[in-house]
Protein backbone atom coordinates (compact mmCIF):
# COMPACT_ATOMS: atom_id res chain seq x y z
CA UNK A 1 0.00 0.00 0.00
CA UNK A 2 1.74 3.45 -1.09
CA UNK A 3 2.43 5.91 2.06
CA UNK A 4 0.07 8.42 -0.09
CA UNK A 5 -3.03 6.29 0.24
CA UNK A 6 -2.49 5.56 4.18
CA UNK A 7 -2.66 9.03 5.06
CA UNK A 8 -5.53 9.71 3.08
CA UNK A 9 -6.69 6.63 4.82
CA UNK A 10 -5.79 8.33 8.15
CA UNK A 11 -7.65 11.17 7.19
CA UNK A 12 -10.54 9.44 6.63
CA UNK A 13 -10.70 8.56 10.30
CA UNK A 14 -10.46 11.91 11.33
CA UNK A 15 -13.11 14.68 11.89
CA UNK A 16 -12.17 18.09 10.56
CA UNK A 17 -13.65 21.34 10.82
CA UNK A 18 -16.21 21.28 8.41
CA UNK A 19 -19.76 22.46 7.80
CA UNK A 20 -22.27 20.75 10.13
CA UNK A 21 -24.94 19.95 7.80
CA UNK A 22 -22.60 16.86 6.34
CA UNK A 23 -22.87 13.70 8.49
CA UNK A 24 -19.77 12.32 9.78
CA UNK A 25 -20.42 9.03 7.69
CA UNK A 26 -20.54 11.39 4.31
CA UNK A 27 -17.30 13.65 5.20
CA UNK A 28 -15.58 9.94 5.51
CA UNK A 29 -16.90 8.83 2.21
CA UNK A 30 -16.30 11.73 0.42
CA UNK A 31 -12.71 11.19 1.98
CA UNK A 32 -12.40 8.12 0.79
CA UNK A 33 -13.68 8.85 -2.65
CA UNK A 34 -11.35 11.51 -2.55
CA UNK A 35 -8.26 8.90 -1.61
CA UNK A 36 -9.31 6.35 -4.01
CA UNK A 37 -9.53 8.69 -7.14
CA UNK A 38 -6.38 10.02 -6.80
CA UNK A 39 -4.45 6.58 -6.09
CA UNK A 40 -5.72 5.42 -9.53
CA UNK A 41 -4.52 8.74 -11.06
CA UNK A 42 -1.19 8.63 -9.95
CA UNK A 43 2.27 6.90 -11.43
CA UNK A 44 4.28 4.03 -10.39
CA UNK A 45 5.78 7.16 -7.98
CA UNK A 46 2.59 8.12 -6.12
CA UNK A 47 2.86 11.70 -7.93
CA UNK A 48 -0.97 12.79 -8.86
CA UNK A 49 -0.60 14.41 -12.81
CA UNK A 50 -2.75 17.26 -13.43
CA UNK A 51 -2.72 20.35 -15.34
CA UNK A 52 -2.21 23.78 -13.59
CA UNK A 53 -4.56 26.21 -14.64
CA UNK A 54 -3.12 29.27 -13.84
CA UNK A 55 -0.02 28.63 -16.36
CA UNK A 56 -1.41 25.44 -18.07
CA UNK A 57 1.24 23.79 -17.50
CA UNK A 58 1.54 19.51 -17.14
CA UNK A 59 1.99 19.57 -13.60
CA UNK A 60 3.12 16.38 -10.95
CA UNK A 61 3.38 16.73 -7.40
CA UNK A 62 1.61 14.64 -3.89
CA UNK A 63 -0.85 15.38 -1.54
CA UNK A 64 -0.29 18.01 0.84
CA UNK A 65 -3.32 17.85 3.70
CA UNK A 66 -3.86 14.79 6.01
CA UNK A 67 -7.23 16.09 6.31
CA UNK A 68 -8.87 17.52 3.48
CA UNK A 69 -11.45 20.26 4.29
CA UNK A 70 -15.37 19.26 3.56
CA UNK A 71 -17.52 22.45 1.90
CA UNK A 72 -21.22 21.94 1.36
CA UNK A 73 -21.81 23.34 -2.27
CA UNK A 74 -25.67 23.19 -3.72
CA UNK A 75 -28.12 20.69 -4.22
CA UNK A 76 -25.94 17.94 -1.88
CA UNK A 77 -22.68 18.37 -3.91
CA UNK A 78 -19.69 18.92 -1.32
CA UNK A 79 -15.88 20.31 -2.62
CA UNK A 80 -13.24 18.59 -0.83
CA UNK A 81 -10.52 20.94 -0.20
CA UNK A 82 -6.88 19.78 -0.47
CA UNK A 83 -3.62 21.45 -1.49
CA UNK A 84 -0.96 19.36 -3.86
CA UNK A 85 3.00 19.83 -3.15
CA UNK A 86 4.16 19.88 -6.56
CA UNK A 87 7.82 18.20 -7.77
CA UNK A 88 9.19 21.53 -7.51
CA UNK A 89 8.16 21.90 -3.92
CA UNK A 90 5.37 24.65 -4.55
CA UNK A 91 1.39 24.25 -3.01
CA UNK A 92 -1.31 24.43 -5.08
CA UNK A 93 -4.49 24.13 -4.40
CA UNK A 94 -6.82 21.11 -5.26
CA UNK A 95 -10.58 21.19 -5.19
CA UNK A 96 -12.42 18.17 -5.89
CA UNK A 97 -16.45 18.47 -6.55
CA UNK A 98 -17.95 15.73 -5.46
CA UNK A 99 -22.03 14.56 -5.79
CA UNK A 100 -23.86 11.44 -3.66
CA UNK A 101 -24.47 8.48 -5.99
CA UNK A 102 -26.81 6.11 -4.25
CA UNK A 103 -24.74 5.50 -1.22
CA UNK A 104 -20.98 6.91 -2.27
CA UNK A 105 -20.14 9.95 -3.87
CA UNK A 106 -18.17 10.33 -6.88
CA UNK A 107 -15.61 12.99 -8.26
CA UNK A 108 -17.35 15.23 -11.45
CA UNK A 109 -14.78 18.15 -11.42
CA UNK A 110 -11.13 18.98 -10.33
CA UNK A 111 -10.24 22.78 -10.59
CA UNK A 112 -6.48 22.69 -9.81
CA UNK A 113 -4.69 26.22 -8.53
CA UNK A 114 -7.91 28.11 -8.99
CA UNK A 115 -9.39 28.49 -5.44
CA UNK A 116 -10.52 31.82 -6.84
CA UNK A 117 -13.35 30.14 -9.09
CA UNK A 118 -14.31 28.11 -6.33
CA UNK A 119 -14.88 30.96 -4.52
CA UNK A 120 -16.88 32.50 -7.38
CA UNK A 121 -18.80 29.48 -7.47
CA UNK A 122 -20.17 29.56 -3.92
CA UNK A 123 -20.70 33.46 -3.77
CA UNK A 124 -17.63 34.72 -2.03
Known amino acids: ???????????????????????VEDKAKAQLTLAKWMK???DDKGRFLFVDR???????GYSANVHPMI???KDGAV??????VTDNGDRVTADFLTVKVGDDFKIVEV???NRDSVKKMMGM
Request: proline share 2%; glycine share 2%; net charge negative.
Open 54 to 60: QTNDLMG
Open 111 to 113: IMN
Open 79 to 84: FVCSEI
Open 71 to 73: VPY
Open 40 to 42: SRS
Open 1 to 23: MSRILVVLMLAIFSIVAIADDIS
